[in-house]
């Protein structure tokens, strides 16, 4: 059992392999949380919870207890209004106009496996013996309000979901103001808070920041989980690093507007919280109609950042990506956006995929432009009609004519959108998010679908559909490339206007969901502008993600690292493109480019037909190493050596499950003069077997190499590389 209740002290003890996390019924029948972090074989409340008379300040919530105050008690699901006056997790408005409320318990639960969370994605279970899930029903005494919070805990992965829904028990409709997924409160605040952070081409940057009294937040209000924010934030002991200390982190199942963060107290008491933004959020319940918030991913780690990354990489790597690609291998791609633009026809194409079949690439993939009269982004999107002009015998010749090749054939859609001039927007200038009698602000030229509405909905799965059935495509880029403005449905009432935002999300996940069912056989990545809504919600749709469209290897140590954080290298995609690249203009070598787009879903962004022979010969060596590597970089453990936030070189490396086999990578940015002679440690490897370094023969022990390490190499001039490959004796 993972769940263990005990009724004579009302304690509720969740625990995995090596982490507890446990929760009380105090007096009053307030649901406390007492203990996160490393496990333990038992808890007592009383050495929690010592209630001391406070000042009228924290007003006394039981007053034959003194020093019980909603103001300090670290209540698993807070509310507002009656006593606690830090950060709440939810807030309703009540038929009377009233927001105060509070939440006592009510009873519970402990079921098998775990519920699936209707219309949101989430982790999942495969057999009910894989994990155990906790329901606790609250209630509060004075308005006819429910909430259920459920807790499930994942036990091989060390890992436990959190999520709540609100429920209306009332006969009057009431409106919720805010429905985070979980809060956490810890006892003092000697942590650090670390983010990811960016914006376009510089996506998911990390930084850490010690904790202060007062609020630090991380959000989005973009309609999408954003460039500029990731929804995710981790706690970090003070002198915890990438392999030592405590770290606690929380992880959102979910692709729009969101909020993560922590209130620091005037007792110095942190609150950790994460779930949907309640910034210009309202959602409406009728009698008997809930509210289910999506799912949270709490991760504690007493290795560090690495240790906490590896139980994510894990668990969404096999319980939150689906799929018959989930545990397969990823094909090697060649996809045609930086070699052609929107300017290609089909000999163009053809002679890109006949060059990737000789150099052994596996997938071709057909990007913007193919539809409609899309010679630039000004127009077409909503027409997904083949563009004769370009394709003169349509999309299902010119995918079997690749086939033919050795081949598979992918193509790109961007299905949320819509531009002014098209068909589609011509028949139907209410399908876009709009607010009557203003502007509707138009971003590369486009607007946004209102996915709220069903009609919209059924169109583009009707749409992509009708293409992805008229030939054979073994791939889709699913792209997203402008956020929400005016955000507004012409189908819903004034009083459920602030809801447009989530349905949209909630119309999104309907629509992926009835595609990705019917065309399991087909590899669906996502897309928004390069890494603006990568996240754990679209992974469930789809097991990986383009990472950013900034493909200039050495900015792209500091993308990867970052994304490393939270989500598994086989989510990850990660391309070789042209020199001097389109997006920060850097000239770096060809190996380089290959060993850090090796370290991902590996592909190449350019035009493999102007590859002199030398350069086709290094790229021949680069795919025939990937098939060799590529179980071991897509479903390994990975370990981060070298932090490029931090010096002048990344390195990194990934281990077999066994630990037989590793593949490092070592890169340097700038070429410093006379460097001292240094070496970098490498990690994960079994301490008692020895290892063949790079097939020369020469053999380290895994203790040495951990110990002492490897000596840094040495390059002439800036940008380079060396990729190393360890097999156990």
């Not at 791609?333 to 053809?350: D, Q, S």
């Amino acid at each position: 059992m993972t769940v263990h209740y005990d009724a004579s002290r009302r304690l509720f003890h969740l625990q995995t392999d090596d982490t507890s996390y446990a929760m009380c019924i105090v007096q009053g029948g307030y649901l406390a949380h007492m203990y996160w972090g490393a496990r333990v074989r038992g808890l007592g409340p009383d050495r929690f919870f010592a209630f001391q008379p406070l000042v009228s300040f924290s007003p006394a919530t039981v007053p034959e207890v003194p020093g019980l105050s909603l103001d300090v008690l670290p209540q698993e699901y807070p509310g507002y209004g009656t006593s606690d006056f830090r950060h709440p997790a939810y807030q309703v408005k009540f038929a009377d106009g009233s927001t105060a409320s509070e939440l006592v318990y009510a009873g519970h639960r402990i079921v098998p496996g775990k519920p699936k969370l209707p219309g949101l994605p989430a982790t999942y279970v495969e057999s009910d013996d894989e994990a155990e899930t906790l329901e606790i029903t609250m209630r509060d005494p004075a308005r006819d309000l429910e909430v259920v919070l459920s807790y499930t805990v994942f036990e091989k992965w060390n890992a436990i979901a959190r999520s709540a829904r609100i429920v209306n028990t009332g006969n009057r409709p009431i409106e919720v103001l805010r429905a985070l997924s979980m809060s956490v409160d810890f006892a003092h605040d000697r942590y650090d808070l670390l983010q990811l952070s960016g914006a376009w081409a510089r996506e998911r940057y990390v930084h850490r920041r010690p904790l202060v009294p007062g609020l630090a937040a991380v959000e989005s209000r973009r309609g999408a989980s954003s460039h500029v924010q990731n929804p995710f934030v981790a706690l970090l002991a003070k002198g915890a690093d990438e392999d030592h200390g405590d770290v606690y982190g929380v992880s959102l199942v979910y692709s729009g507007n969101f909020t993560a963060g922590v209130e620091v107290d005037q007792f110095h008491s942190p609150r950790l919280f994460i779930g949907i933004n309640p910034f210009d959020f309202g959602w409406r319940l009728e009698p008997g109609d809930s509210f289910q918030t999506p799912e949270a991913v709490l991760v504690y780690s007493a290795e560090g950042l690495g240790g906490m990354s590896r139980k994510y990489h894990d668990l969404y790597r096999s319980r939150l990506c689906r799929g018959v690609h989930r545990d397969r291998e990823r094909p090697i791609l060649v996809n045609n956006w930086e070699a052609t633009y929107f300017n290609f026809n089909a000999e163009k194409i053809e002679a890109i995929a006949r060059t990737a079949a000789e150099l052994g690439i596996e997938l071709f993939v057909l990007d913007d432009g193919w539809f409609g009269r899309r010679d630039s982004d000004n127009s077409s999107l909503g027409d997904w009609v083949v563009d004769r002009r370009k394709l003169p015998d349509g999309l299902d010749k010119l995918a079997r004519r690749v086939n033919e090749l050795g081949l598979k054939f992918g193509l790109w859609f961007e299905p949320e959108m819509v531009s002014p001039d098209s068909e589609l927007y011509r028949r139907h200038p209410d399908w876009c998010l709009h607010i009557e009698g203003r502007r509707r602000t138009e971003a590369r030229q486009q607007l946004v679908l209102d996915l709220s509405r069903e009609d919209v909905q059924d169109y583009i799965v009707e749409a992509v559909s009708d293409v992805l059935s008229s030939a054979p495509i073994a791939y889709v880029k699913w792209d997203m490339n402008r956020n929400m403005t005016e955000i507004g449905s012409a189908c819903l009432p004034p009083e459920r206007q602030r809801e447009t935002a989530h349905r949209y999300m909630l119309g999104l996940y309907r629509v992926l969901e009835r595609i990705t069912t019917a065309f399991p056989h087909v590899l669906f990545e996502s897309c928004s502008g390069g890494g603006g809504r990568f996240d754990p919600g679209m992974l469930y749709y789809m097991p990986q993600t383009w990472t950013s469209d900034n493909t200039d290897a050495i900015a792209r140590l500091k993308i990867q690292y970052g994304t490393s954080i939270v989500y598994p290298v086989s989510a990850m995609g990660a391309h070789v493109s042209a020199v001097p690249n389109h997006q920060v203009g850097r000239v770096t070598p060809l190996e380089t480019r290959g060993h850090v787009a090796l370290s991902g879903n590996f592909g190449y962004e350019l035009d493999l037909t102007k590859f002199t022979d030398g350069e086709k010969e290094i790229v021949k060596a680069q795919v025939g190493l990937y098939k060799e590597i590529r179980r071991l970089v897509q479903f390994g453990d990975f370990y981060r050596l070298l932090s490029p936030f931090e010096g002048n070189a990344a390195a990194w490396m990934f281990v077999a499950k066994d630990k037989r086999e590793a593949f490092v990578v070592y890169v340097e940015m700038l070429k410093q003069p006379y460097a001292p002679k240094d070496r970098f440690r490498l990690k994960g490897l079994d301490p008692d077997l020895d290892y063949e370094l790079n097939g020369d023969g020469i053999v380290y022990g895994g203790d040495e190499l951990m110990t002492i390490g490897l000596p840094v190499p040495q390059f002439r001039g800036d940008f380079g590389s060396r990729a190393y490959r360890l097999r156990a004796r």
